[in-house]
Every structure is written in structure tokens, then in C-alpha cells.
């Protein structure tokens, strides 16, 4: 039972390539459990980012301060009687019954009521005036008595969903 005596060289060696596997396998299982938790935060993250993204999207340009002192100061003249005025009036902020209670506002300051309904969407950050063409003065004339500051002319609602009106009002937040 003669065995040859390891030198000192030798018994470094194992050591060695015990340590090299070992940080190998610690490495790759480091990746590993990165990519896994990339995967798992990618898809809540990427909801959060459409949600955001289409609120963005939807939500009216704020107006300056310049625009919105020329709109309040805005003579309402040539416009037709508010009697002779016909609005459709529309629910932007979700709440239910919101457009059926500015319509029975609007008929109280005399306006004729086009009809009410849903918006395309139900998250507008602040109500909007919207006007056909050529009905600039009776736009501007019910954002005043409204209070409302974003007025502009109609924009991605065609005649036929306006149900004869010749303004429309979208109710925000």
C-alpha cells in the first residue's frame, strides 16, 4: 500500500476547478433568476405604460394663458339666441347620470338640448366646448355661461352623433 505523496501543485489543481465550476454555476443562475424577473415585472409594467400612454392621448391639450384670457374675453356676438341653440351634451368623466344633469342646466339657462350620451372615452381630464362650423360665437357663448375654459371647433365627432346639435359639451373630471 505504497502510495505516491501528492506534491503541492497537485492538490491545488481540484481546488481550483472546483472553485471555477462553482462560480460558473452561481453566475448562470444569476442570469437566470434576472431574465425571470424581467419577465414577471415586464407585463404589469407594460399595462401601466398603455394605461398612461392613452391618457395622454385623450386627454385635451391644456390651453395657455394667453388663449385662454382671449377665449373668456371673447365677444359672443352674432350668436343666435340661446333658445335657438342646440346642444348635445356628452359624458366624459364616467359618472353616472353627470350629462343628464347638465342638460336639465342647459334647459333651465334656455338652451335646447340635442340629446345626451357616452363619450368614445370616459377619462377627459376637464370639460370641453366644441362648435360646429359657424358656430363659433354660440360656442364660445355657452363655455362662458358653463364656466369652462377649452373651447375649439368640433373635432372627431361627426354631425349624425350630434343629433342636430351645433355644439356639443363633453363633461370632464
Known amino acids: 500500500m505504497d ?7 497537485e492538490l491545488i489543481r481540484p481546488w481550483k476547478r472546483a472553485t471555477l465550476v462553482a462560480s460558473l454555476v452561481a ?14 415585472l415586464a407585463k404589469p409594467l407594460s399595462h401601466t405604460i398603455r394605461k398612461h400612454a392613452l391618457a395622454a ?7 395657455t394663458k394667453t388663449v385662454t384670457r382671449a ?8 350668436a343666435k339666441p340661446r333658445s335657438a341653440t342646440h346642444v348635445m351634451v356628452l359624458n366624459g368623466n ?7 344633469m347638465l342638460a336639465g342646466r342647459l334647459q333651465n339657462l334656455t338652451y335646447v338640448v340635442a340629446g345626451t350620451g357616452n363619450a368614445a372615452h370616459q377619462n377627459y381630464a376637464s ?7 359657424g358656430f363659433r360665437a354660440a360656442g364660445l357663448r355657452l363655455a362662458k355661461d358653463l364656466q369652462i375654459k377649452v373651447v375649439g ?17 363633453i363633461i370632464g373630471a
Open 57 to 63: 392621448a385623450t386627454a385635451p391639450a391644456p390651453l
Open 153 to 169: 371647433p368640433l373635432d372627431g365627432i361627426g354631425a349624425a352623433a350630434l343629433h342636430g346639435g351645433q355644439v356639443a359639451v
Open 94 to 100: 364616467g359618472q353616472a347620470g353627470a350629462a343628464s
Open 71 to 78: 377665449l373668456a374675453s371673447a365677444p359672443a356676438t352674432g
Open 3 to 9: 502510495m505516491p505523496v501528492a506534491t503541492s501543485h
Open 27 to 40: 453566475a448562470l443562475e444569476l442570469v437566470l433568476l434576472l431574465g425571470l424577473g424581467a419577465l414577471l
Open 127 to 133: 370639460s370641453v366646448v366644441m362648435y360646429r362650423p
